[in-house]
């Protein structure tokens, strides 16, 4: 026991400032987090999922869907359900599971900082992680794409590691691409690193190679035994989607320009996310928003991210035997290469958050960059930016967040009692808001909802009417921007046969008398 406590006590006095900082981010990332936490439809199938596999024991073979109509291997669903098991159902033990996550995020960048580059690499690029409002509002956001920051990082340090010789980092890389390729699809991105990298070095393919590689595959077997049993239900939509795609192949000079623009603009919003506090709008794939992000962010900042990003990738270029700058350039270069194949080429919208596994790469190479200023300067940016940056977290707000759902659903329990009600939502941009998953849990629910059509075969043993009931309930979401006109007829309507209403943050909760059948 002595000797273990003596193990712990020289890891704290050789790592105490990591261990501060970690510390301090974790803070930052727990504060409010109940009224920030971010629940939408994207969280409201995997905690269906989850619950039923928690009350009803179905445990699926097969887990989120992707663009192309292919679904995943399950691991992601089987550990939120696990998640929401210890939380008792309640979606935001997932909210304070991706805090504390985000310490272990904050300590492998500091970790791979000082492996690939030095010391004050890593301490720059792990303040910078811990206090970027754009991590931190990420780092709270429990869904699929909240791996990436973490999965970029492990593949990194471990093919670094592979390079240098170390066997054991094989299998450390084939369970988290496993895991990451299961988790989305864009993951594929760090199977097409790792290919490259074990090509431009000459890894040999040994036994522990094809170990590491078994186990890759051996993760698409409940992918594998779900469509031996459904025909191949799953692999079909495959060659649909491409087929569709192909015909209107396009290279728009504006698309291009657009796409290519992402890159420096996060690294910028990394620094700090200039115009927005709603942290909604900050997830939102509605035009409205990720146009207001974009549109927010001064060019003056954004000529200089570019800068920056070419800088670094010239001079990694001209040291390409280096494998600790040709790893992040590769990974920025692949990522590239992407979301021009996938929103140049192939037309579709393309967002921020598609790049969170690029994330740390930009934070390295930024933290590389400030390095090599003088250690005044560096410091002196430093302490404005976690200023300004701890002073805009405190005053993010989500005037749609999981408590006002929360608090909405209560007031409606409270106001119908066991009465049976039909639950509708209205709103353009936040019509799939997760307020049926709420109902669900805290009862009773509702007999008809919008949601039906989209994931009834999720509700378990809950009868569905064909009629909606004498009272029908709609969450009427009131908009950051002008709503259009079908959403002001409609809500015109319900007002007209409104018995009670109240508000709660920007959702209206309007209770309506539907005796005499004119709700369709």
Known sequence: MGKFLKTILTFFKNN???????????????????????????????????????????????????????????????????????????????????????????????????????????????????????????????????????????????????????????????????????????????????IVAWTIYKIPLNRSSFFAFAILIFSFLPLVLFDLRHGFVNTKPI?????????????????????????????????????????????SYCKTYTQEKLSSVPIVAIVFSSFVLISFFVYALKNSQNAALLLPTLLLFLYFIAIQIYGTLLNSDIFEHYITGLFPALVLILAKFLSALPKKLWLFL???????????????????????KMEAVKYTQEQ????????????????????????????????????DPNIAYLYGNTPIWEKHPNTVVSFVVHDFAPETESFYKKYILYKSHEVKSTLFGNIEVIIMDNRSNWFK
């Open 16 to 194: 105490y400032f990591i261990i501060f900082i970690v510390f301090l981010s974790l803070l930052l990332r727990l504060v409010r987090i109940e009224g920030l936490f971010h629940f939408m439809y994207d969280e409201e199938v995997p905690a269906y999922v989850g619950r039923r596999i928690i009350l009803f024991h179905h445990i699926p073979l097969i887990g989120g869907v992707t663009p192309l109509g292919l679904h995943l291997a399950p691991y992601f669903y089987w550990f939120s359900a696990f998640l929401l098991l210890i939380g008792k159902l309640n979606p935001v033990v997932w909210g304070y599971f991706a805090a504390v996550f985000s310490c272990f995020t904050v300590f492998l960048i500091y970790l791979t900082g000082q492996k690939l580059f030095n010391k004050k690499v890593a301490v720059i690029s792990s303040i910078i992680w811990a206090f970027s409002v754009l991590a931190i509002i990420y780092d709270r956001h429990y869904w699929a794409l909240f791996w990436g920051p973490a999965i970029s990082l492990i593949v990194i340090y471990s093919l670094l590691r592979i390079i240098e010789g170390s066997q054991k980092y094989k299998y450390i890389l084939a369970v988290t691409l496993a895991f990451a390729i299961n988790v989305d699809p864009s993951n594929i991105i760090f199977i097409i690193l790792s």
């Open 382 to 404: 430093l302490a404005i930016f976690i200023i300004i940056n701890v002073g805009t977290a405190s005053k993010f707000k989500n005037s749609i967040g999981f408590q006002q």
């Open 239 to 283: 060659l649909k989607y491409f087929q569709e795609k192909k015909s209107h192949p396009s290279l728009s000079v504006k698309s291009f320009s657009q796409n290519t623009k992402i890159f420096p603009l996060t690294l910028t919003r990394i620094v700090y996310p200039f115009g927005i506090d709603e942290v909604a709008k900050q997830y």
């Open 416 to 451: 119908l009692g066991n009465n049976p009600f039909s639950l509708e939502s209205l709103s353009t941009c936040w019509k799939y808001s997760g307020y049926r998953y709420l109902f669900a849990v805290k009862g009773p629910e509702p007999v008809k909802s919008f949601m």
